[in-house]
């Protein structure tokens, strides 16, 4: 490739491949970099170029830039140090807090029972006694697939629940 044809070829898919870069890295300033780094690695590997379509080799490129620059983002972002863990304290709750969650964990409670057979069963088992499907499943001596179906309907069933009250609210 001559200077000019590059130049050319720069002109006529530098908007291509910022957009490529726009869109891997969700960084426009980024973008602007790596949109010029894939000229520049084109221009120095043109004697690589084995004839396919250009437009391709260059999004190749962009994107290959773009996915590298995702990783180091993601190593630079990633604490290597201790001191970088912020150290949680145990906190206790409040009475308030106390009150409050157990006023909801009963409301819940209530709702659940008030579902029809057999996701009432299900629903308290699963949501207000925390247990898992499998647990569910041997206690009822029911298949899993069905314990699943169940559940799922009973969250549907709640969300209107829910939602109903919230309405009259």
Same mark, same amino acid.
């Given at each position: /490739? &001559?200077?000019d044809s590059f130049a050319q070829i720069v002109h006529e898919y530098q908007k291509l491949i910022f957009a490529v870069c726009v869109k @891997? *890295?969700?960084?426009?300033?980024? !973008?602007?970099d790596l949109t010029q780094e894939t000229f520049l690695s084109a221009y120095q590997h043109q004697n690589q170029f084995d004839g396919q379509i250009i437009k391709a080799w260059l999004c190749r490129i962009a994107s290959n830039k773009a996915i590298d620059y995702n990783r180091e !983002? !993601? +190593? +630079? /972002? =990633?604490p290597t140090d201790e001191k970088d863990f912020p150290v949680q304290t145990a906190t206790k709750e409040g009475p308030e807090d106390l009150y409050l969650e157990r006023e909801v964990r009963d409301r819940l409670k209530e709702r659940c029972a008030d579902l029809k057979d057999p996701y009432n069963r299900i629903a308290i088992r699963y949501f207000c006694e925390e247990k898992k499907t499998e647990e569910i499943a041997l206690e009822m001596k029911t298949n899993i697939k069905t314990i &699943? *179906? =169940?559940?799922?309907? !009973? +969250?549907? /069933? @709640? +969300?209107?629940v829910y939602r109903e009250e919230e309405q009259i609210e």
């Open positions: /490739m &001559q200077k @891997l *890295t969700g960084d426009y300033f980024a !973008a602007e !983002a !993601a +190593r +630079r /972002m =990633q &699943q *179906t =169940q559940i799922y309907r !009973a +969250r549907d /069933m @709640l +969300r209107r």
